[in-house]
């Protein structure tokens, strides 16, 4: 694990705290070390808490390297895709932390969440590809038609729409909002409650619940990979 996911464990409790010291992107790096956290987790924890830093849960996409291009570029969305799906199956209870901006993949790893508490003033919520001249992947509004209210679901991923606080939360982006000085409180309590949980019972019913979108985003993503491979050897032999 490098040193922007920074891993605390405590009372059954694995914390993940994501701090590029910008807009955490998820990088490479970043999805790399957000793997082995939720690897260890999964190993000695019963609840994970997923963090951002102040201002900023996620940026999204590592826009320098999709401006960089190349083989990178197919790695870091493969990585990007199959941690949103591991997340929707992983078998213990995720809460998000979001803690400022959710943009980009940062708002579909968001909607990846078990529990999602949102900042109440400050933040910005928008799935923003249309707006930089971005596809939505397949497998992200696979995620993002679980979560989101249908009324929203237009405005969110086809226009690009920005959500203030309460907006999101009336959207489906987040579950619950809070002061910033109050997430920790709010953090504690639910993790509290989930530790009451039957952590077997709890996996099962999650993968059943879940078992209809966990087999679209498996044909999603191989779709997504498929074109993006595609496109890399046209513009190769261009």
Not at 168 to 197: I, K, S
Not at 222 to 235: C, F, H, S, V, Y
Request: charged share 20%; proline share 3%; hydrophobic share 50%.
């Amino acid at each position: 694990m490098n040193n922007l996911v920074r891993y605390e464990l405590n009372n059954d409790v694995a914390t993940l705290r994501m701090d590029d010291g910008k807009a955490n992107v998820m990088s490479i790096a970043m999805l790399i070390a957000l793997n082995e956290a939720l690897d260890r987790a999964e190993q000695e924890a019963k609840v994970v808490v997923l963090y951002g830093r102040e201002g900023s849960f996620s940026g999204g996409f590592d826009l320098g390297v999709l401006k960089r291009g190349g083989a990178e570029v197919t790695t870091m969305l493969e990585a990007g895709l199959r941690l949103c799906a591991r997340l929707v199956e992983y078998p213990l209870p995720v809460i998000a932390a979001c803690t400022g901006h959710a943009v980009a993949l940062g708002a579909v790893l968001l909607l990846t969440c078990d529990l999602r508490i949102g900042v109440d003033v400050g933040a910005r919520f928008q799935i923003s590809e249309v707006r930089i001249g971005l596809v939505m992947p397949r497998l992200a509004l696979e995620v993002c038609r679980r979560k989101l209210a249908p009324a929203q679901f237009h405005a969110a991923t086809t226009l690009g729409i920005p959500f203030t606080p309460a907006s999101a939360l009336a959207a489906g982006f987040v579950d619950e909002l809070v002061p910033g000085y109050a997430m920790q409180e709010a953090v504690q309590r639910h993790c509290a409650d989930f530790l009451t949980l039957n952590t077997k019972s709890f996996a099962i019913n999650k993968r059943r619940i879940n078992a209809q979108v966990i087999q679209a985003m498996a044909v999603a993503v191989e779709a997504d990979i498929a074109e993006w491979k595609a496109l890399a050897i046209g513009n190769e032999a261009t």
